[in-house]
């Protein structure tokens, strides 16, 4: 199994440029999710999709931030303008998302280092 | 006001010693907990997972255990091992996905 795949690893980019990160989910899950982790504010929750429909953006700092999952295999998170206060770890994680709370376990991926300069 | 809380920020234990990370939630309609351990530079890695069907979940070193009238989860790894030193997440879930999150417990084995 690849597990979640997501790239770039790293950017570095300068302010006001846009800035896209891409998620490939693992193969058969129904669920996807997006979360940012910063020291200040910990792991965070930024919108969720379930069978490639937004389900939950209330995550979403800004109207800078924009996600979209036009199929099942693949997701994007988009900034822009980007700003040096964006600078995270963004991580991408699915799950198989039967629809009940126990036992969905979510899978990360390895994580897009974003640096806004 | 958080949820679920991880009143250790560090934990240091000998290698070959139990290391016993603990968890607290406040809401007894959480139904399902999982522990996450993370490197520096990677994303969480899932460890292990409890029903609150269950009091017990075992898996090689690592076992949950989970008691609901107190609302406390804990994961003890057994022996602990130079490698289990990551920082470790207990999280539930919500009904609508989210994932609700401790500060974390850095874990640091000795040798």
């Known amino acids: 199994d690849a597990g979640v795949i997501q790239s770039p690893r790293h950017e570095v980019t300068e302010m006001g440029q846009e800035v896209t990160l891409r998620c490939k989910p693992i193969s058969g899950h129904n669920s996807l999710f997006w979360y940012r982790q910063t020291m200040m504010r910990g792991l965070e929750l930024l919108i969720y999709?379930?069978?490639?429909?937004?389900?939950?953006d209330s995550g979403m700092p800004e109207d800078r931030f924009s996600a979209k999952m036009p199929n099942a295999s693949f997701s994007t998170l988009k900034i822009q303008p980007s700003e040096p206060r964006d600078s995270a770890v963004y991580f991408c994680?699915?799950?198989?998302?039967?629809?009940?709370?126990?036992?969905?376990?979510?899978?990360f991926g390895e994580g897009s280092w974003l640096t806004v300069v | 006001d958080q949820q679920v809380k991880q009143n250790s920020p560090s934990l240091s234990v000998q290698e070959g010693r139990i290391s016993i990370l603990n968890c607290d939630y406040t809401?007894?309609?959480?139904?399902?907990f999982l522990w996450y351990k993370k490197y520096p530079a990677e994303g969480p890695t899932f460890l292990i997972s409890i029903s609150s069907i269950k009091d017990k979940n075992e898996d090689g070193r690592f076992t949950v255990f989970l008691n609901k009238s107190a609302k406390h989860l804990s994961l003890h790894i057994v022996p602990s091992q130079p490698g289990d030193s990551a920082v470790y997440f207990c999280a539930t879930m919500d009904s609508n996905y989210q994932l609700i999150w401790g500060a974390g417990t850095k874990l640091i084995i000795k040798p």
């Open positions: 999709f379930n069978n490639n429909v937004p389900i939950d």
């Open positions: 994680a699915s799950s198989p998302g039967t629809g009940g709370v126990s036992g969905n376990t979510i899978y």
């Open positions: 809401n007894s309609m959480f139904d399902y």
